[in-house]
């Protein structure tokens, strides 16, 4: 029998990962015609932009913070690379080191998405130009900071799974979620 709930996961993987692509896809292209738009205004003004501040502090947020969910589900993220492995005897202890720095991930995201569910719920300020709730403009952080915390569980269970059993190929079904 093979591994349902990992070839499971590895769509969901996929199906999460293209939405992400296509938002920070559509975030930026909505940047790029703003700040277009910004500047064609200044030669011709034809109308206020007086809410530009507002909505381009809204989209690089968004932009910013759904990107970084979408490397963390790739693993796409830049690092130092894994120059302490080589030196581990062992493939369960080359685990165990993932499993560490899987952990410590963990506990990173886990206090940011704490930190950013708070503000996003206690927040009462408006912004200016539209009188919207700043929470829109925070919610991006714990929904991202969530699914983040998400992977890094599955990440540790990968690994766990890997301690115990070091010839377990947990890569099947699983396509490169990068393209």
């Excluded at 990173?108 to 503000?119: M, Q, R």
């Excluded at 900071?145 to 269970?157: A, E, P, Q, R, T």
Aim: with cysteine; glycine share 4%; proline share 2%.
């Amino acid at each position: 029998m093979k591994h349902t709930i990992i070839y499971t996961l590895n769509h969901f993987d996929r199906a999460l990962t293209a939405t992400l692509k296509w938002l920070c896809i559509a975030l930026f292209t909505l940047i790029t015609v703003i700040l277009a738009l910004n500047i064609f205004i200044r030669f011709v003004p034809l109308m206020s932009m007086h809410w530009f501040d507002e909505v381009l502090e809204l989209l690089y947020g968004a932009l910013i913070f759904y990107g970084a969910a979408a490397v963390w589900v790739t693993h796409s993220h830049f690092s130092v690379g894994d120059w302490l492995s080589k030196y581990l005897k062992t493939v369960r202890a080359r685990f165990v080191y993932r499993l560490f720095v899987e952990l410590m991930s963990l506990i990173f995201i886990a206090i940011f998405f704490k930190y950013a569910l708070e503000l996003t719920l206690q927040t009462e300020e408006q912004t200016t130009a539209f009188a919207m709730s700043k929470k829109w403009l925070y919610s991006c952080m714990p929904i991202t900071g969530g699914i983040m915390v998400l992977y890094s569980l599955k990440n540790m269970y990968l690994e766990l799974a890997k301690i115990v059993n070091p010839a377990l190929d947990l890569d099947e079904g699983k396509e490169d979620l990068n393209h």
